[in-house]
């Protein structure tokens, strides 16, 4: 029989920190289900019968045993300038803490693992009340007749506009060798802060390794940009490129394959310099992304002017006039705000960026996902999982956040 709940079967390669919001009462987190249980190591069980792959809870699952732990949102270090464009550099319009509101946040996960020879499966279960889904709509200001974003980092608990997230890490092995200190620091010591060189906008604190040729695989799923990939965003994490210490120091960098989304919204006016969103469904309530297939179809339509007032022309010819209904265009609850992406199915699963496949369900009280992807894939970007073997990982949390996130690290996997 099968349990419909959210599961992560990961078929993996890497290691990766997981933070949950606590709630009493989300079924089977933090429970053992009978086989035993451990708050640091993921015992990846060898399956004579692999899961089905579907995002329910095989009976299979329950011969697992559980990683059972919590992740908190801990302090991330003051800002030094602003990152929200409505804040205009006002640093007192902003949080003082980079994580801030999401700062003490707790969230109780369960993660379970197994593998076929071939495959790692991973199930993650996680508290999480709401399914996350208004990232960065556009709503209509009418005082100065513009179209603007919700903020992408939220000033205070009410500003939470963002898709929920989770993310993990592993190391990659270089000629041999794990990337110094992952084995008992693992996220940790790709997280640098206080680089210096930061503009408003930008962030002071950035994941690179910290040695030249050190590589780390790093898995992140995005529950509006992923939603037809069903994949995790497939990346990895690599050294400063020469900018050690500074806030252009990014390693991250995604791997080979397709992108499974656009998520730069913004359309200028060339004539009138106004801006608005990229692409609407003209009359359509409550949604989140627009495909790739229904701006083919005329299902959804890009937007092609702006003018002084705020009326957008669209790519059929017709129009939007936010005027004459502010309610539904309006900041906060307006139904009629437009999403901030587009999405398509990337790889589906066929190359590099999207082959560690997820398949995720939100039952009311939290996320049930599992991931599924080869234990040894053949990249060198990709961690390879060992039967036999231990691997250091962490695992990360975003609930309704775009940075802030619960943290869990100096976990092992062990593979039977």
């Given at each position: 029989?099968?349990?419909?709940?959210?599961?992560?079967?990961?078929?993996?390669?890497?290691?990766?920190?997981?933070?949950?919001?606590?709630?009493?009462?989300?079924?089977?987190?933090?429970?053992?289900?009978?086989?035993?249980?451990?708050?640091?190591?993921?015992?990846?069980?060898?399956?004579?019968?692999a899961p089905t792959f579907d995002g329910d809870i095989d009976e299979i699952w329950n011969t697992a045993r559980p990683l059972l732990s919590a992740a908190t949102v801990s302090k991330a270090g003051d800002k030094t300038v602003t990152l929200n464009s409505s804040s205009g550099g006002n640093l007192s319009f902003e949080p003082t803490d980079l994580f801030d509101p999401y700062t003490g946040e707790s969230y109780k996960y369960s993660l379970r693992g197994g593998h076929d020879?071939?495959?790692?499966?991973?199930?993650?279960?996680?508290?999480?009340?709401?399914?996350?889904?208004?990232r960065e709509s556009f709503y209509f200001d009418p005082?100065?007749?513009?179209?603007?974003?919700?903020?992408?980092?939220?000033?205070?608990?009410?500003?939470?506009?963002?898709?929920?997230?989770?993310?993990?890490?592993?190391?990659?092995?270089v000629n041999g060798q794990e990337p110094a200190g992952f084995k008992t620091g693992t996220c940790t010591v790709t997280c640098h802060g206080g680089l210096t060189g930061t503009a408003a906008g930008t962030k002071s604190t950035r994941h690179y390794m910290k040695n030249a040729n050190e590589l780390a695989d790093l898995w992140h799923w995005k529950r509006n940009r992923n939603v037809l990939s069903q994949s995790v965003d497939d990346g990895y994490v690599r050294d400063s490129e020469g900018k050690d210490?500074?806030?252009?120091?990014?390693?991250?960098?995604?791997?080979?394959?397709?992108?499974?989304?656009?998520?730069?919204?913004?359309?200028?006016?060339?004539?009138?310099?106004?801006?608005?969103?990229?692409?609407?469904?003209?009359?359509?309530?409550n949604y989140f992304w627009i495909t790739a297939d229904e701006l083919a179809s005329g299902a959804a339509q890009t937007v092609t002017g702006v003018s002084v007032t705020g009326v957008l022309t669209l790519s059929n010819g017709s129009t939007i006039d936010p005027n004459t209904?502010?309610?539904?265009?309006?900041?906060?609850?307006?139904?009629?705000?437009?999403?901030?992406?587009?999405?398509n199915v990337g790889g589906a699963g066929a190359d590099g960026r999207s082959e560690t496949q997820v398949r995720a369900k939100h039952t009311g009280s939290g996320w049930q996902i599992e991931i599924k992807r080869k234990l040894n894939t053949g990249d060198p970007k990709d961690a390879v999982f060992v039967v036999g073997e231990e691997i250091a990982f962490g695992l990360a949390i975003f609930n309704n956040s775009a940075i802030a996130h619960g943290m869990s690290n100096f976990k092992t996997m062990k593979i039977e």
């Open positions: 029989m099968k349990n419909i709940k959210l599961i992560f079967v990961l078929a993996l390669t890497a290691s990766l920190s997981l933070v949950n919001c606590t709630h009493d009462d989300a079924p089977n987190i933090g429970v053992d289900p009978g086989v035993g249980s451990s708050a640091e190591q993921l015992l990846v069980k060898k399956f004579t019968t020879g071939t495959y790692l499966y991973l199930l993650l279960e996680y508290e999480d009340e709401a399914d996350s889904k208004d005082a100065t007749k513009t179209w603007k974003q919700e903020n992408k980092y939220a000033n205070h608990k009410n500003d939470k506009f963002y898709e929920d997230k989770f993310g993990m890490m592993f190391p990659i092995k210490g500074l806030s252009t120091a990014n390693g991250r960098k995604s791997d080979d394959g397709i992108s499974m989304y656009n998520d730069a919204p913004v359309f200028t006016d060339a004539t009138t310099g106004m801006k608005g969103p990229k692409w609407v469904k003209k009359g359509v309530e209904d502010l309610v539904a265009y309006s900041k906060g609850f307006g139904k009629k705000r437009f999403p901030s992406v587009t999405v």
